[in-house]
């Protein structure tokens, strides 16, 4: 498989999947994650309606780093496809607002209704919130306990029943990182 299949495999199920479960921590660094109804804008921006008063909300205030992952809950076990990521996160207003509100809702969104601005800012107590992603990962898509086939490198091995994923791209840098594909591409760049 190479990275080309795998950037294609990414961005098939951001588009197929309707909800991101993303990753916060409190300032204490204490961990917290929650689904999210997305919408994916390019390559690497996501975008979600939230309670100002969410937990992850509250956290992104302090700790803009987020870590998501976009998968399907509904295959049988063992045969998960899943999306990571890691980036920063922020609340938008302005001229970065009107721009998330013409991708979210997502188009096809089953019977999710547009959102005015009026809804998402004060008084309101909703808000769009947006992450970009500075790094990407895949799991390996393959049958149920075999090996990933990757052209990339480095051969992989199994992390157990549970999968394996892909990182794409250049080398890690972390010894511990040699069971993850990276998607390509850098902060400035496309990463699938």
């Known amino acids: ?13 951001i588009e197929a999947n309707l909800y991101l479960t993303v990753g916060t921590t409190d300032p204490e660094g204490r961990p917290w994650t929650t689904p999210v109804y ?3 804008a390019g390559e690497r921006d ?13 956290h992104l205030v302090e700790r803009p780093q987020v870590s998501m ?10 045969h998960g496809r899943a999306v990571y990521a ?25 019977d999710a209704t547009p959102v005015r601005r009026a809804e998402v800012t004060a008084p309101a107590p909703y808000r ?18 075999q090996p990933c086939r990757s052209m990339a490198w480095p051969r992989t091995t199994g992390l157990g ?10 080398k890690p840098v972390a010894s511990d990182d040699k069971d993850w594909r990276r998607l390509a591409g850098s902060m400035t760049g496309p990463l699938i």
């Open 38 to 40: 997305f919408a994916p």
């Open 86 to 110: 890691v980036g920063e996160a922020r609340e938008l207003s302005g001229g970065a607002l009107d721009r998330a509100l013409e991708v979210y809702p997502r188009p096809d969104g089953q």
């Open 161 to 170: 029943a549970g999968g394996m994923t892909q990182r794409l791209g250049p």
């Open 128 to 145: 769009i919130y947006q992450a970009t992603v500075s790094d990407m990962w895949v799991l390996c898509p393959r049958e149920p306990r």
């Open 46 to 58: 996501f975008y979600w309606m939230s309670a100002t008063d969410a937990r992850h909300s509250r």
């Open 1 to 13: 498989m190479t990275n080309d299949d795998l950037a294609a495999h990414a961005r098939a199920i």
């Open 69 to 78: 992952v976009i998968f399907d809950s509904t295959v049988p076990p063992y």
